[in-house]
């Protein structure tokens, strides 16, 4: 499957659209936004209005069947992910979905099966494997900067938001039949799949999870142990009605340490008996931007240039199954 310039249609033009992802199909070099859909079409042609694209829609299957779109970005919750994932498959065309890459592991297994036998590349946006500030850490590690890698581990903590709070309208990200979970899988997904870049699949996992402030059903607060594949042990935890906001990670080795955030915009620190080094990293306007352009490489070149596939999003959402104990 190959193009001379991908014509994108994306389905849920949402908020993560405005700014994070959608500018980017139009920015990467042979890429093109041609198409979006919601549910409701005034929002639609708005969005469309707004960012110059030529269509809109109120139906996602009248965009996957447009012949004007080559590819599909699936931008709505998790919930619907595996549904409008096949649809498109079927429709014989590339997608990329947002993460989560579904509500659990064995929806994401479905969707890879389903793209595989069409014969469709399937792309998942845990966009930080694109981005200079995770390859730098990456480079570091291959350099072996900090000697053999033993153990990571991450602590995030936050304040419970006002939203979550209101217990008549809370957002889907704490709607486990929406998200798969609560806050634990939108955003722990993030750092759990960059491990997974870094240092090599996770073989298994463990852990706990409860919720303890009952703003919502969903867990507030999951600790969790694993064990990557090349021998690496890691441990986690996340809470989200804490009294401030961390966001930390430690990959610790026989000669050193890396320190980053998986959100913030602190420097990378690499620390060893010699002393410690920074780096800085200017956020990308467009955060997607990067993996899209990989995306939109491997579709017009060919060969194999998104370090972000099916593969892996499925790996990510076993391995929160398995410390929250699905």
């Known amino acids: 499957m190959k193009f001379d310039k991908v014509r994108w249609g994306i389905i849920g033009c949402g ?62 919750p998790p919930g619907s992910h595996k549904e409008y994932t096949l649809k498109a498959a079927a429709a014989g065309k590339p997608v ?16 890879v099966a389903a793209c595989k036998e069409a014969g469709v590349p399937l792309y998942v946006a845990y966009y930080r494997r694109a981005q200079e500030r995770f390859l730098k850490i990456k480079e570091l590690l291959d350099q072996k900067a900090i000697g053999d890698v033993r153990f990571v581990s991450t602590t995030q903590y936050q304040k419970a938001g006002d939203d979550v709070k209101d217990s008549d309208n809370l957002p889907w990200r704490v709607k486990p039949e929406l998200a798969g979970g609560g806050l634990f899988f939108d955003l722990a997904s993030h750092t759990l799949d960059i491990l997974d870049f870094l240092l090599g699949p996770i073989q298994e996992a463990k852990g706990f999870s409860s919720n303890q402030a009952g703003y919502y059903e969903a867990e507030d607060i999951v600790t969790g142990t694993y ?12 809470c989200f009605t804490a009294f401030e906001n961390v966001d930390m990670n430690e990959i610790v080795g026989s000669e050193g340490k890396i320190s980053f955030s998986t959100f913030g915009d602190d420097p990378v620190v690499l620390t060893t008996s010699e002393g410690q080094q920074h780096w800085s990293f200017e956020r990308p306007e467009h955060v997607h931007q990067p ?5 939109v490489k491997e579709l017009t070149d060919g060969g194999h240039w998104c370090p972000s596939t099916g593969e892996s999003g499925a790996r990510t959402n076993r391995v929160m199954d398995e410390i929250v104990g699905k």
């Open 15 to 76: 908020d993560v659209t405005e700014k994070k992802s959608g500018p980017a199909f139009q920015k990467v070099e042979n890429s093109e936004l041609v198409a979006v859909m919601r549910r409701t079409g005034e929002l639609a042609r708005d969005y469309a209005e707004r960012h110059q694209v030529p269509k809109w829609y109120d139906d996602a299957e009248a965009l996957i069947n447009d012949p004007e779109v080559d590819a599909v970005y699936i931008a709505t």
């Open 96 to 111: 990329y979905v947002e993460k989560p890459m579904a509500r659990n592991a064995e929806e994401c297994n479905e969707m």
């Open 227 to 238: 064990q990557f594949a090349s021998g690496v042990h890691g441990i986690g935890k996340w």
């Open 291 to 295: 993996l899209v352009t990989t995306i």
